[in-house]
């Protein structure tokens, strides 16, 4: 089913993103009918049976004395067209979730394919096969009623069993947080960044930001432990080092309240672990990619994995820093040049070495 659901999910996003349709003479010589009438036939009659509800009433001519049963279908009639706008309200801004740019295509792919008959998109249209249905239920709850030829079955979505739903915090389609967007956040907010690197009134790091120097390796002496590199051709270069144990203890309480915060919508943990965390991709390769990349085999399931159990919990987390520190930290602990002028100047790579080991020589002497 995993398959499946990816391959209709990425087949129905592409087709909306893609042009190719405006070039199909036949689609386009065609006559498309979106008029899937959805309340004029749900409401059909109604009018007739209020007519005969409130005739049993008036002339006492009920099932029971009490005209219990009557009073309740006419409430829930009176009640219906409300209902239904509230209803259908609450589908789409479930089902617009299968349009975001991160979107998990692990998802059931019947929410993709009913948002697409639900909003007129090309080749979902009554007259290639598909319709809505809209029932009001005796029990005074509607349904939803979604078919055609990419559903093996209809697909029904009852209001009552939304609403419990929605009113306690669960969505029926899962939104991906942007953990892009959070982690950019995060690092103005992790403590280990210098002063000045972020911009006071927006929160974002400015173009020359930088580690705080507290992170910054220096010997004994004060001055900066460079590790040198080779450059080609006989000559190196100093590089800054840091001190990677002490900025991951640092960000490390920081990482765990932000997952923690995760943690409060599961489903959108797994949300992220499948088109994020899991895949173990870095930032620059989705972005290479047409869709991010997925979590594949390693993805987890909404129907199995959740609730999350506590390992899940704890391996998201683990791999949530790792995403964090390889894909936004390591830029600024990666080939970052002195600050101090004069050590940034390329060197004799033997020389610059052998002054290195007799400082550290020295250094070790002096201790």
């Not at 087709?15 to 199909?24: C, E, I, Q, V, W």
């Not at 800054?240 to 932000?258: G, H, M, Q």
């Not at 101090?340 to 060197?347: I, K, S």
Request: hydrophobic letters at 40%.
């Amino acid at each position: 089913m995993e398959d499946k659901n990816i391959r209709i999910n990425l087949f129905i996003k592409q087709l909306n993103k893609s042009n190719a349709l405006g070039y199909n003479k036949q689609y386009i010589a065609n006559h498309a009918d979106y008029n899937f009438k959805i309340l004029d036939k749900a409401y059909e009659g109604t009018g007739n049976m209020y007519a005969k509800l409130k005739t049993a009433i008036q002339n006492n001519t009920c099932v029971d004395p009490t005209c219990y049963a009557e009073n309740q279908q006419l409430k829930h009639l009176m009640l219906a067209p409300q209902k239904s706008i509230d209803f259908l309200a609450s589908i789409e801004s479930q089902l617009n979730v299968t349009e975001d740019t991160y979107y998990d295509v692990n998802q059931n792919y019947k929410y993709a394919v009913a948002y697409a008959i639900l909003t007129g998109k090309p080749t979902f249209a009554k007259s290639d096969g598909y319709d809505i249905s809209l029932y009001l239920n005796a029990n005074g709850s509607q349904s939803l009623i979604f078919e055609g030829p990419m559903l093996d079955q209809p697909f029904i979505i009852n209001s009552d069993a939304l609403d419990a739903l929605l009113n306690s915090g669960t969505d029926i389609v899962a939104q991906t947080p942007d953990i892009n967007k959070d982690m950019l956040r995060l690092l103005s907010e992790v403590g280990v960044m210098a002063g000045g690197s972020t911009n006071p009134e927006t929160g974002e790091l400015m173009p020359g930001a930088k580690i705080a120097e507290e992170f910054v390796l220096k010997n004994s002496d004060g001055s900066y432990d460079y590790e040198i590199i080779d450059i080609g051709m006989g000559k190196g270069r100093n590089l800054l080092k840091y001190d990677l144990d002490k900025i991951e203890r640092k960000v490390t309480p920081f990482i765990n309240a932000e997952v923690a915060g995760l943690l409060s919508s599961e489903q959108s943990v797994v949300a992220a672990w499948n088109v994020f965390i899991g895949a173990d991709t870095s930032v620059s390769e989705d972005d290479q990619m047409a869709q991010n990349a997925n979590a594949g085999f390693v993805a987890w399931s909404y129907e199995k994995d959740l609730p999350l159990m506590q390992d899940k919990k704890e391996l998201f987390m683990t791999k949530y820093k790792e995403y964090f520190m390889n894909n936004y930290l390591k830029q600024f602990t990666t080939n970052q040049i002195p600050t101090v002028q004069a050590d940034a100047a390329v060197f004799d790579l033997e020389e610059g070495k052998k002054a290195k080991a007799d400082k550290f020589l020295q250094d070790n002497k002096l201790s």
